[in-house]
């Protein structure tokens, strides 16, 4: 292999190489989204559904994220943007940390 050849070699290979590097980004990233995306659906019905238990009872319709943190074993800034996000799960007027199931 002359020199011209071994340089077009060298450059194939290099466009061959930033091309599997962007698909394998692409590929890490895609992944990564979507177990973020089962762990929130997974979380978020486990909020829903102690928040749900909660108003059947009747008597706590708002239930706080502390007392949700204690039976979820969630952090509390996991629970409110969780529950902020949740179309089904409503905050209390006034008090950030409050919240309920609304059909």
Request: proline share 2%; glycine share 4%.
């Amino acid at each position: 292999m002359n020199i011209p050849d071994q340089l077009i070699a060298i450059n194939l290979m290099t466009e061959k190489l930033l091309a599997s590097a962007v698909v394998g980004g692409c590929a890490v990233v895609f992944v990564l989204r979507a177990i973020k995306t089962v762990k929130d659906r997974r979380d978020s019905n486990r909020i829903y559904e102690v928040l749900d238990r909660f108003a059947q009872d009747g008597q706590h319709t708002f239930r706080s994220s502390e007392k949700i943190s204690g039976i979820t074993n969630l952090t509390q800034s996991r629970i409110s943007e969780l529950c902020s996000k949740h179309p089904h799960i409503e905050r209390k007027e006034h008090q950030r940390h409050m919240w309920r199931v609304v059909k």
